[in-house]
Nanobody, 122 residues
Protein backbone atom coordinates (compact mmCIF):
# COMPACT_ATOMS: atom_id res chain seq x y z
CA UNK A 1 0.00 0.00 0.00
CA UNK A 2 1.33 3.42 -0.95
CA UNK A 3 0.09 6.55 0.78
CA UNK A 4 0.49 10.15 -0.35
CA UNK A 5 -0.62 13.10 1.76
CA UNK A 6 -1.58 16.50 0.43
CA UNK A 7 -3.30 19.68 1.53
CA UNK A 8 -0.91 20.99 4.12
CA UNK A 9 0.03 24.64 4.33
CA UNK A 10 0.14 27.79 6.41
CA UNK A 11 -3.02 29.04 8.07
CA UNK A 12 -3.87 31.50 10.80
CA UNK A 13 -5.17 30.34 14.15
CA UNK A 14 -8.89 29.70 13.95
CA UNK A 15 -8.68 28.80 10.29
CA UNK A 16 -9.24 25.52 8.47
CA UNK A 17 -7.35 23.09 6.30
CA UNK A 18 -8.34 19.90 4.58
CA UNK A 19 -5.76 17.16 4.29
CA UNK A 20 -6.07 14.26 1.89
CA UNK A 21 -4.48 10.83 1.88
CA UNK A 22 -4.47 9.02 -1.44
CA UNK A 23 -3.98 5.29 -1.12
CA UNK A 24 -2.91 2.98 -3.90
CA UNK A 25 -2.42 -0.72 -4.07
CA UNK A 26 -4.70 -3.57 -4.91
CA UNK A 27 -6.34 -3.89 -1.50
CA UNK A 28 -5.81 -0.39 -0.12
CA UNK A 29 -9.54 0.19 0.41
CA UNK A 30 -9.60 -2.66 2.93
CA UNK A 31 -7.22 -0.91 5.30
CA UNK A 32 -8.07 1.36 8.20
CA UNK A 33 -6.44 4.76 7.73
CA UNK A 34 -5.10 6.88 10.54
CA UNK A 35 -3.59 10.34 10.81
CA UNK A 36 -0.64 11.04 13.05
CA UNK A 37 1.43 14.17 13.55
CA UNK A 38 4.89 15.08 14.70
CA UNK A 39 5.99 18.51 15.84
CA UNK A 40 9.68 19.48 16.00
CA UNK A 41 11.37 17.95 19.01
CA UNK A 42 8.35 15.81 19.88
CA UNK A 43 7.37 12.22 19.32
CA UNK A 44 4.86 11.33 16.65
CA UNK A 45 1.36 11.24 18.10
CA UNK A 46 -1.96 9.77 17.10
CA UNK A 47 -4.67 12.10 15.81
CA UNK A 48 -7.56 10.07 14.39
CA UNK A 49 -8.35 6.78 12.65
CA UNK A 50 -11.18 5.53 10.45
CA UNK A 51 -12.14 1.93 9.72
CA UNK A 52 -11.93 0.61 6.17
CA UNK A 53 -15.68 0.88 5.63
CA UNK A 54 -15.81 4.25 7.34
CA UNK A 55 -18.28 3.18 9.99
CA UNK A 56 -15.93 3.56 12.93
CA UNK A 57 -13.66 6.45 13.80
CA UNK A 58 -11.70 7.34 16.88
CA UNK A 59 -10.26 10.75 17.74
CA UNK A 60 -7.63 11.91 20.13
CA UNK A 61 -9.15 14.21 22.73
CA UNK A 62 -6.97 17.10 21.56
CA UNK A 63 -8.79 17.27 18.20
CA UNK A 64 -12.25 15.98 19.07
CA UNK A 65 -14.91 18.41 17.93
CA UNK A 66 -12.50 20.29 15.63
CA UNK A 67 -11.26 17.63 13.20
CA UNK A 68 -13.38 15.31 11.08
CA UNK A 69 -12.16 12.27 9.19
CA UNK A 70 -13.95 10.78 6.20
CA UNK A 71 -13.15 8.38 3.41
CA UNK A 72 -14.21 7.74 -0.15
CA UNK A 73 -13.31 4.17 -1.00
CA UNK A 74 -14.36 4.62 -4.62
CA UNK A 75 -11.52 7.13 -4.90
CA UNK A 76 -9.22 5.43 -2.36
CA UNK A 77 -8.97 8.71 -0.50
CA UNK A 78 -9.26 9.73 3.12
CA UNK A 79 -9.82 13.33 4.11
CA UNK A 80 -9.09 15.13 7.34
CA UNK A 81 -11.05 18.35 7.76
CA UNK A 82 -9.34 20.48 10.38
CA UNK A 83 -11.28 23.44 11.78
CA UNK A 84 -10.53 25.97 14.51
CA UNK A 85 -6.85 25.28 14.15
CA UNK A 86 -4.49 26.21 16.95
CA UNK A 87 -0.75 26.91 16.87
CA UNK A 88 -0.22 23.68 18.79
CA UNK A 89 -1.68 21.78 15.83
CA UNK A 90 1.42 22.72 13.82
CA UNK A 91 3.25 19.56 12.80
CA UNK A 92 4.02 17.24 9.95
CA UNK A 93 0.89 15.17 9.41
CA UNK A 94 1.24 11.57 8.28
CA UNK A 95 -1.39 9.13 7.13
CA UNK A 96 -0.90 5.47 7.84
CA UNK A 97 -2.69 2.21 7.11
CA UNK A 98 -3.30 -1.08 8.84
CA UNK A 99 -5.41 -4.20 8.50
CA UNK A 100 -7.52 -5.65 11.22
CA UNK A 101 -8.54 -2.48 13.00
CA UNK A 102 -11.16 -3.25 15.63
CA UNK A 103 -11.78 0.17 17.19
CA UNK A 104 -10.20 2.55 19.67
CA UNK A 105 -6.56 3.53 19.39
CA UNK A 106 -5.17 1.71 16.36
CA UNK A 107 -1.78 0.85 17.84
CA UNK A 108 0.99 0.10 15.38
CA UNK A 109 0.44 0.89 11.70
CA UNK A 110 1.76 -1.08 8.75
CA UNK A 111 2.27 1.54 6.05
CA UNK A 112 3.14 5.23 6.21
CA UNK A 113 3.12 8.20 3.91
CA UNK A 114 5.87 10.80 3.83
CA UNK A 115 3.85 13.54 5.48
CA UNK A 116 2.57 17.04 4.78
CA UNK A 117 3.46 20.14 6.79
CA UNK A 118 0.76 22.07 8.64
CA UNK A 119 1.72 25.39 10.18
CA UNK A 120 -0.72 27.43 12.23
CA UNK A 121 0.32 30.99 12.98
CA UNK A 122 -0.88 32.83 16.07
Amino acid sequence: VQLVESGGGLVQAGGSLRLSCAASGRTSSTYAIGWFRQAPGKEREFVVVISYLGGTSYYDDSVKGRFTISRDNAKNTVHLQMNRLKPEDSAVYYCAAKKGYLGGHPGGMEYWGKGTQVTVSS
